[in-house]
Structures are given as structure tokens and as C-alpha cells.
């Protein structure tokens, strides 16, 4: 539940929010990520207006507002300003019509108003509200960031998740999150991780407690986010189980209906996870430049045995 006063003590100042009337309303819910000027709402055309929307009114829906007469004025603003509206801001600092103020305080609508223009104020708004309502997840996994690469390290408890990390980090890599992954889908297409900001920067490593990867290693080995481009699962190694060691087939995992690349990395004494890892996430940027060693691999066998079988063929026939 996403309410006025979350909007306005998170992005209150950086959108230059000064509160005018309609304190009582701060209460109200935000159900819609949605923005918008009234435009032809105030001429009395009403179709296609949303009540639920966040109003903006610029100069212009000002000065309109000015000129008419005092019973229009209010009957339109009546129109639009209902108890669905969960907020109104004025742009440009103008100054709101006495009617409005009235309606707003009647209706418990909170009115803001702010100097930026009214275009600036949709296209913000708009981007802060979508971010808010984006569908989220919380993962179990270390979130690293490696050549560029977005890599989630999944796994069960006690498997090293967090050890391969940090040998990543001390190659230079980069942390974002240690054991809680947040994850957001952006514009219905992509997935981006972050951590809570309880544990930003910290790891827990078994044997040794709580670490400060900032500290320790410096500021240029952390990110507050990243975008996930694969996912990694480390499991113990089980001779019983069959793997894959050309890799021709590529395996997906499903992450809020986005579909992200998946590896299955047995592990087990012996075997250097960090380079392992290091190896996907470069293998992932090649097979994103269009080079995949495996396709190609493949397609020159079928061609050596294509060769053979003509050549089999070329004997059989002089034979």
C-alpha cells in the first residue's frame, strides 16, 4: 500500500513539494501509477479522464481557470476534484484559485504546489511512480557484478555462495548484495537487484562474522544495483547426475515472466568456482556480441562428418 505521504517523504524535496492545504488527506492511497494534466477535463469533456491519476495543472489550466466565471469554475473543478483523487500539484509556483483550495481541503485532497514547469513534473512523476510499482521479489543468492556482467549466485545454505563472491571481489569484481536479493522488473522487461540497505556492502562469511566489503576492499568494490543478466546455482557434485559439457542447449529460468539465462555449476574440492564464474559471465558477452563457441563447435563436427561421408561415398563408388 503505497500512500501520499510515502511519495511525498521520499521524493517530496527532490521534486520541490511545498504542501498548501489537504494535510488531513496525506493518509490517502496511490493506486495507479499514473499522471496527468487536466487539459480538456476543465472545458466539461470528461471522457478519458481518470479519477484516479495524480493531477498536475500548469500555467495554462491556471490561466483558464482565471477567466472563467466563478460558478464554472467550480462546477468543473467539482468534475475532477473528487475523494478518488489521491493528490493535486500546481506547477510553475502559481498561484490556485480560491475554489480550488476550498474543494481540495473539502474532499481532503492534499495540493502541492512546485516551481518546476508542469512537463517536468509528468515526466518525473511518472518515472518515480512506475519505479514504485514495479513488481518485485525477494531472492535467496549473492548479487556480483562481473566484467559487466549482472550475476546471481544461487544455491543451497552452506553450499559457498558468499566465498565465491568474495574471491570475485578480491579479483577486482563487485558486490551489490550478500544473501537477501531484491529484484524489480523494469519497463515489463528487464530485472534489476539490489540489497537492503540494512546489510548494503556487508557479507557473512561462516567462520569469520560479519564483513564491510567497502571497508575492506574500498568503495570501487560495490554498486547499490545491478541488472541481472544470469543466474548461477551452485550444487554439490553428484556423480549420479548427468552435465552438461558442451553447452549447446541454453537454459532459462523464469524471474517475475522474464526469462534469464540459467547455469547449473556443480562444485566440489579442487575446482576453482571464482574462474568458473568468471568464465560464464565472459561466455555470456561473447554469446551477446553473437559468438557462441558451442554452435560453432557444433557446426564444424557437422561439417567434418559430412566430409567423411562424402569421401566414404567417393570410395564406395570408384570401389
Not at 492511497?29 to 477535463?41: A, D, F, W, Y
Amino acid at each position: 500500500m503505497y500512500l501520499v505521504q510515502h511519495f511525498y517523504e521520499q521524493h517530496g524535496k527532490y521534486l520541490g513539494l511545498v504542501l498548501m492545504t489537504g494535510g488531513s488527506g496525506l493518509s490517502r492511497r496511490i493506486n495507479k501509477p499514473e499522471v496527468q494534466r487536466p487539459g480538456l477535463s476543465l472545458s466539461g469533456y470528461l471522457k478519458g479522464h481518470v479519477l484516479a491519476r495524480v493531477l498536475v495543472f500548469g500555467k495554462q489550466e491556471i490561466e483558464y481557470l482565471r477567466e472563467i466565471d466563478a460558478k464554472t469554475r467550480e462546477l468543473r473543478l467539482e468534475s475532477i476534484l473528487t475523494p478518488s483523487t489521491p493528490f493535486v500539484i500546481i506547477a510553475r509556483g502559481c498561484k490556485p484559485s480560491k475554489e480550488m483550495v476550498a474543494m481540495c481541503e473539502k474532499n481532503r485532497i492534499p495540493l502541492f504546489k512546485a516551481g518546476l514547469t508542469a512537463t517536468n513534473l509528468l515526466s518525473r512523476i511518472t518515472f518515480l511512480l512506475l519505479e514504485e510499482f514495479s513488481p518485485s521479489i525477494t531472492l535467496h543468492g549473492t548479487l556480483v557484478e562481473v566484467f559487466g556482467v549482472g550475476v546471481l549466485i544461487q544455491g543451497e545454505s552452506s553450499v559457498g555462495k558468499s566465498e565465491a563472491a568474495l574471491g570475485l571481489i578480491e579479483r577486482g569484481h563487485r558486490l551489490i548484495s550478500d544473501d537477501v536479493v531484491r529484484v524489480k522488473k523494469k519497463e515489463g522487461a528487464y530485472l534489476v537487484g539490489c540489497g537492503p540497505e540494512l546489510t548494503r556492502h556487508l557479507m557473512e562469511i561462516r567462520g569469520i562474522g560479519i564483513i564491510n566489503v567497502a571497508h575492506l576492499y574500498g568503495a570501487v568494490c560495490v554498486r547499490p544495483d545491478k541488472g541481472i543478466d544470469i543466474v548461477v546455482k551452485l550444487e554439490e557434485w553428484d556423480d549420479q547426475h548427468f552435465y552438461d559439457r558442451v553447452g549447446l542447449d541454453d537454459k532459462f529460468i523464469d524471474i517475475l515472466s522474464v526469462s534469464v539465462p540459467y547455469h547449473i555449476l556443480p562444485v566440489k574440492p579442487g575446482r576453482d568456482v571464482v574462474l568458473l564464474l568468471e568464465t560464464i559471465a565472459l561466455n555470456h558477452r561473447l554469446k551477446d556480441m553473437g559468438y557462441n563457441s558451442a554452435k560453432e563447435f557444433n557446426a564444424k563436427l557437422l561439417e567434418a562428418i559430412a566430409r567423411r561421408q562424402k569421401k566414404r561415398i567417393e570410395r564406395e563408388a570408384r570401389a
